[in-house]
């Protein structure tokens, strides 16, 4: 089975465009979503406007601030602080990386935590490490979903998380663990990776190296999660997986694009709908 995480996320977000329009009738304004790009990162351009487009589609508001590579840390926190206290904005978002005067560290910890739409924010990751209600990051969030959408239950099985990231590896882990499964971490130090992934009735991998993961390291009828987004010898997008190479081998695979890729800026528009009921007091 090929799960398309692009069919699952445009599903959602007519949900979610649904429940704007029915705002309308019931609330004075409607969910906004800030997000400030500083630089002139290609990248991070795309990012942003398929974020823009994201809350296009849902009906919901978007602001977007932009400031070249100059723009300087002092002046970011002090923007931050002005959204912070802005009450018709319910998620701020920073588009990573910064240039590098800037450190990032003290600006994600600048961001109101109940508007801190990544789920970065130390307090939100400290919730999401105790199980408590909080915003989760997107990515991780996303795989959770598609898991849930293909009707699998991680209860009793053995899941192993390729990459230790604080964005994807150790959020998703400790979904993961929530829904009762048996994790574990494994990154470039792991003795005998290979053996260590055969393992996995769900293997996620988040490592960042183009088709790094080819069927020696998949166990017959796995759930492969990929969230490698790389290019290959022919600069053709792929994953950390070597598709073409396991899809055979397993009972489900994400591709790249179109697999984990769709499903993060989903649950950004997901994470801000959940914002502006908190600050509704629902």
Sequence with gaps: MIISGKEISTKIKDQLKEEVEQMKNKYDRLPKLAVILVGENQASQVYVRNKERGCSY????????????????????????????????????????????????????????SKDVDGFHPENVAKLFLGQKSLVPCTPKGMMVLLDEINYDLTGKEVVVV??????????????????????????????????????????????????????????????????????????????????????????ITPVPGGIGPMTITMLLHNTLEAFYHHQGE
Excluded: W
Aim: charge should be negative; include cysteine; aromatic fraction near 2%.
């Design 163 to 252: 990459g230790r990231s604080n964005i994807v590896g150790k959020p998703v882990s400790l979904l993961c663990l929530q829904k009762n499964a048996t994790v574990t971490i494994a990154h470039s130090k792991t003795k005998d990776l290979k053996e260590v992934c055969q393992r996995a009735d769900v293997l996620i991998a988040a490592v960042g190296r183009a088709k790094m993961i080819n069927r020696d390291y998949v166990k017959e009828g796995a759930v492969v999660l990929d969230v490698g987004i790389n290019r290959d010898e022919n600069n053709k997008l792929c994953g950390d997986v070597d598709f073409e190479d396991v899809k055979d081998k397993v009972y489900a």
């Design 58 to 113: 849902v009906g919901m508001d978007s602001l977007k601030i932009t400031h070249d590579a100059t723009f300087s840390e002092e002046e970011l926190l002090n923007e931050i602080k002005q959204l912070n206290e802005d009450d018709t904005v319910d998620g701020i978002l920073v588009q990573l990386p910064l240039p590098d005067h800037i450190n990032e560290d003290k600006v994600l910890e600048a961001i109101d935590p």
